[in-house]
């Protein structure tokens, strides 16, 4: 059985090479991942405002992002409902640590993706959603 990292808590997993964005890629690289990050970033907590997201995720790949997220340590969840049983998620400090990541995804788009969303207009998102 795998030990699992004391900093992070998760068990590690096989790996196609020691390449940092390889490994990066294989947790966040899918199209919905970050974008759960994303969220989760600018205030939302729980399943449903979650799935709320313009992007329209189904449920069970929310389901599952959420389990891999916390699985990993990108994530903890606190039990705001016993019955029933409902959580609200929330970004560990390994989560909350690509912010900046997302940040500079987003500068990137503003240079290079016409219509997307800027700097200031996301932070004034994010000021209005933790309200």
């Not at 919905?32 to 799935?51: A, F, N």
């Not at 997201?53 to 039990?79: C, F």
């Not at 609200?88 to 997302?102: A, C, M, R």
């Not at 788009?109 to 700097?119: D, W």
């Amino acid at each position: 059985m795998a030990q699992s990292d004391k900093k992070t808590g998760s068990v590690p997993r096989q790996r196609r090479s020691a390449c940092g964005v390889a490994c990066s890629l294989d947790l966040l690289g899918d199209k919905w991942t970050l974008l759960v990050v994303r969220d989760l970033l600018m205030g939302k907590q729980t399943y449903s405002e979650l799935q709320a997201s313009e992007e329209g995720i189904p449920t069970n790949i929310l389901a599952d992002r959420l389990q891999r997220l916390h699985r990993e340590g990108v994530v903890y969840k606190k039990l705001y409902q016993e019955k029933p049983k409902r959580y609200s998620y929330h970004l560990s400090e390994k989560g909350t640590d690509l912010g900046p990541v997302l940040l500079s995804m987003l500068r990137w788009a503003n240079k290079y993706v016409p219509g997307t969303m800027s700097v200031a207009e996301v932070k004034a998102l994010m000021k209005k959603n933790r309200r």
